[in-house]
């Protein structure tokens, strides 16, 4: 069974600190940052395979250590205990930094190990640290997270910065304020391979090099905020007009989405240069192809690349967003040789086994579709994805379960061989006059 401790009980006793080993106190911190700053669960991939079926008492499990944990975080007097706790440990630490630049080390009531002497100077920094996220925590609920992906090679690393900002327990869509595992994913997968998302120049309007991005349900907004970062880093984008716009539903999500850009990209910084954009906007997935009102400016174009993690979760959802994307996704042309995507990532929930099966159910797959029939939106190829649950740590816990994602690439069906021809000829001329 898994046993959840509070700080009260797991954290060494304030009164015997100093009699604790380096390792004892490091394991208490590590113990304070899971709990008040925890990393995304489901965020590490561990390799690619096939889905299983997951037993349902591990999700079971899963979902009571959720709840302790949230009662345990929400707790005022373990959070003020911690703070406590944290700052005594600094005073200890100071006391011995102070004998280990002096050389006195035989005072009689000092009894430690010369390692944790050696350690003094990491315990404080981690210490420190989290004292102003418990405090940070204790003021606003928010925990502030931050994430860097680099390409296999080294030779590329995209660095964010995020806020997340506390549940609002009467709005079921505020999850959005959290950041995800599938966003942690996408964006992962899209700094190690941009090409394969569809980033390089055979996209977009050979003419006006307008090169347009879009993110359905962004919450945070972390794939946007890397895919802007990784297109000013692209060589190929040096001289070439980029928006990305992130969209939500939320007026919460939205407002600390325009909060987490403002961070990453500061109005007076050359972040990114002055023909890339980056832009919030509200978008309601269900009326937007229906209403009859002028669309704003920024989705009155059509997108290249289009991009969801983790925004399945309602069984309208697929349609809703199929109906979206045949307004804003770039449909085949002349112009393009490459067609446009949609690049969604979704978790393998038990709770929402039937709202992930939605998605291959409202988009079939390429090869089920006549070639000579009307165009539709089609699932272009699949993937399945495994990482290593983690972003969790307490005595005892053994759940021994793995989060599983499906990533599917969604587009126009294939152009015909004499459709490739002919766009290749038309997209040269264009570019070679």
Same mark, same amino acid.
């Given at each position: 069974?898994?046993? /959840?401790?509070?700080?009260?009980?797991?954290?060494?006793?304030?009164?015997?600190?100093?009699?604790?080993?380096?390792?004892?106190? %490091? !394991?208490?911190?590590?113990?304070?940052?899971?709990?008040?700053? &925890?990393?995304? @669960?489901?965020? +590490?991939?561990?390799?690619?395979?096939?889905?299983?079926?997951?037993?349902?008492?591990?999700?079971?499990? +899963?979902?009571?250590?959720?709840?302790?944990?949230?009662?345990?975080?929400?707790?005022?007097?373990?959070?003020?205990?911690?703070m406590r706790w944290l700052t005594a440990l600094i005073v200890q630490l100071e006391i011995w930094q102070e004998l280990l630049h002096s050389g006195d080390m035989s005072l009689h009531n000092v009894v430690k190990p010369e390692p944790t002497f050696a350690h003094t100077e990491a315990l404080f920094t981690q210490a420190a640290s989290l004292i102003a996220i418990c405090a940070g925590f204790a003021a606003t609920g928010t925990i502030t997270r931050n994430f860097t992906f680099g390409s296999i090679d080294g030779q590329r690393r995209v660095a964010a910065q995020l806020t997340e900002i506390p549940l609002d327990n009467n709005d079921y869509g505020s999850v959005g304020a959290q950041t995800w595992g599938g966003s942690c994913v996408l964006a992962e997968m899209i700094v190690e391979?941009?090409?394969?998302?569809?980033?390089?120049?055979?996209?977009? !309007?050979?003419?006006?090099?307008?090169?347009?991005?879009?993110?359905?349900?962004?919450?945070?907004?972390?794939?946007?905020?890397?895919?802007?970062?990784?297109?000013?880093?692209? &060589?190929?984008?040096?001289?070439?007009?980029? *928006?990305?716009?992130?969209?939500?539903?939320?007026?919460?999500?939205?407002?600390?989405?325009?909060?987490? /850009?403002?961070?990453?990209?500061?109005?007076?910084?050359?972040?990114?240069?002055?023909?890339?954009?980056?832009?919030?906007?509200? %978008?309601?997935?269900?009326?937007?192809?229906?209403?009859?009102?002028? @669309?704003? *400016?920024?989705?009155? $174009?059509?997108?290249?690349?289009?991009?969801?993690?983790? /925004?399945? $979760?309602? &069984?309208?959802?697929?349609?809703?967003?199929?109906?979206?994307?045949?307004?804003?996704? @770039?449909?085949?042309?002349? +112009?393009?040789? *490459?067609?446009?995507?949609?690049?969604?990532?979704?978790?393998?929930?038990?709770?929402?086994?039937?709202?992930?099966?939605?998605?291959? *159910?409202?988009?079939?797959?390429?090869?089920?579709?006549?070639?000579?029939?009307?165009? !539709? %939106?089609?699932?272009?190829?699949?993937?399945? /994805?495994?990482?290593?649950?983690?972003?969790? $740590?307490?005595?005892?816990?053994?759940?021994?379960?793995?989060?599983?994602?499906?990533?599917?690439?969604?587009?126009?069906?294939?152009?015909?061989?004499?459709?490739?021809?002919?766009?290749?000829?038309?997209?040269?001329?264009? @570019?070679?006059?």
């Open positions: 069974m898994t046993v /959840i401790c509070p700080p009260t009980i797991y954290l060494p006793p304030i009164a015997k600190i100093a009699s604790f080993s380096a390792a004892q106190l %490091l !394991d208490a911190l590590t113990y304070l940052r899971s709990l008040y700053q &925890p990393e995304v @669960r489901g965020s +590490r991939r561990k390799h690619v395979r096939a889905p299983e079926v997951r037993e349902t008492r591990k999700f079971h499990l +899963r979902h009571e250590f959720d709840s302790e944990v949230h009662v345990i975080r929400s707790d005022a007097f373990e959070r003020s205990y911690a391979d941009p090409e394969q998302f569809g980033l390089d120049l055979s996209f977009g !309007d050979a003419e006006s090099r307008r090169f347009n991005v879009l993110e359905l349900g962004a919450g945070t907004g972390l794939v946007s905020l890397v895919v802007a970062k990784l297109l000013h880093i692209l &060589p190929s984008f040096d001289n070439r007009e980029v *928006s990305v716009v992130a969209t939500d539903f939320y007026p919460s999500v939205l407002a600390n989405l325009g909060s987490n /850009i403002s961070v990453n990209f500061p109005p007076t910084s050359d972040v990114i240069p002055s023909t890339h954009s980056i832009t919030t906007h509200f %978008l309601d997935w269900s009326s937007f192809s229906t209403t009859a009102s002028p @669309r704003p *400016s920024s989705l009155s $174009y059509p997108f290249d690349v289009v991009f969801g993690a983790d /925004i399945i $979760y309602e &069984p309208e959802h697929a349609v809703w967003i199929k109906d979206c994307l045949k307004q804003l996704l @770039r449909r085949r042309s002349e +112009r393009t040789l *490459s067609p446009a995507a949609f690049h969604l990532v979704i978790p393998l929930r038990p709770t929402h086994t039937f709202e992930s099966s939605t998605v291959e *159910s409202v988009f079939l797959k390429a090869c089920d579709v006549d070639p000579n029939g009307d165009a !539709d %939106l089609v699932i272009l190829s699949k993937e399945s /994805i495994t990482c290593d649950a983690h972003g969790d $740590y307490t005595r005892g816990r053994d759940l021994g379960e793995d989060v599983e994602y499906t990533y599917y690439k969604i587009g126009w069906p294939t152009l015909s061989e004499k459709e490739v021809r002919t766009s290749y000829y038309a997209l040269r001329s264009v @570019r070679d006059p």
